[in-house]
Nanobody, 114 residues
Framework: VQLQASGGGLVQAGGSLRLSCAASGSSITVMGWSRQAPGKERELIARWISGAMTNYADSVKGRFTISRDNAKNTVYLQMNSLKPEDTAVYYC???????????WGQGTQVTVSS
């Protein structure tokens, strides 16, 4: 399985970005996004589970939305009302129910200016 993430960039506070992660291969039932800010640990912020279940970290709940296009085997992260503290490298991950973060994509930088 290979994951290809895209969509990062520079945006002003209050703005929006959409990240995409295209997966190759099959048997993926869980996809998610994690992020790592400078000097901080990597944190899981959003997860999509087959059956259209989603969950979010409190830090992004109500502002970020994860969704998946099954036909394209692609997961998206719509990020609204961005804050400077959302600045981080964002990583796509995927796997199965038993190993939900088995595969990782390359990071994509998101920078939110104040």
């Amino acid at each position: 399985v290979q994951l290809q993430a895209s969509g990062g960039g520079l945006v002003q506070a209050g703005g929006s970005l959409r990240l995409s992660c295209a997966a190759s291969g099959s048997s993926i039932t869980v996809m998610g996004w994690s992020r790592q800010a400078p000097g901080k640990e990597r944190e899981l912020i959003a997860r999509w589970i087959s059956g259209a279940m989603t969950n979010y970290a409190d830090s992004v709940k109500g502002r970020f939305t994860i969704s998946r296009d099954n036909a394209k085997n692609t997961v998206y992260l719509q990020m609204n009302s961005l804050k400077p503290e959302d600045t981080a490298v964002y990583y796509c991950n995927a796997g199965s129910y038993l190993s939900p973060s088995r595969y990782w994509g390359q990071g994509t930088q998101v920078t939110v200016s104040s």
